[in-house]
């Protein structure tokens, strides 16, 4: 079935349904993050989901698709002193909304992109008022999926 869900997700992508290739990207990287920390070691489906994000966070956030040398990424809002990681958003602010209500709220969107120079650019915006976040960041969870030990069983062509 992960082969199955990343294949459409990339088939809506190309359609340009946004949401619903995310949908099926998240679902995938919770199959995975399951596989690579499970249940009997301690780890809760949203630990294991927003210990997989944390894990490839720089790889989602980077401009080229690899990697790039920052450690820990925190989004902080301002006079709350509150920060948040880029699982956590994944996992409470999309992951949770699609799953359960079938829909984003009103602060939570997905910023189109466009190809400048060959490569994505879209507007990342993370504040108490709102949460827009590429939408080729789908293009990395797809990437971060097919590129997993955990899933080398799988046929991807």
């Given amino acids: 079935m992960l082969v199955k869900y990343i294949r459409e997700s990339e088939r809506y992508w190309l ?36 210990k997989m994000i944390h894990d490839h966070s720089r790889t989602i956030m980077s401009s080229t698709g690899k990697s790039f040398p920052i450690a820990n990424i925190q ?21 949770n909304n699609l799953f359960h209500e079938a829909t984003l709220p009103e602060k ?20 108490r008022e709102i949460i827009e976040i590429p939408d080729f960041f789908i293009l990395r969870l797809i990437k971060i999926v097919r590129d997993a030990p955990e899933n080398e069983d799988c046929t991807w062509s």
């Fill in 108 to 127: 939570v969107s997905l910023s189109a992109s466009k190809i400048v120079d060959g490569r994505y650019q879209a507007e990342l915006k993370i504040t």
């Fill in 75 to 95: 989004f902080e809002f301002g006079d709350r002193g509150n920060s948040t990681s880029l699982g956590e958003i994944f996992y409470n602010e999309y992951r």
């Fill in 15 to 50: 359609e340009n349904e946004k949401e619903m290739a995310l949908v099926l990207a998240l679902l995938a990287i919770a199959a995975t993050s399951r596989k690579r920390y499970p249940r009997k070691k301690g780890f809760s489906d949203s630990g294991s989901f927003k």
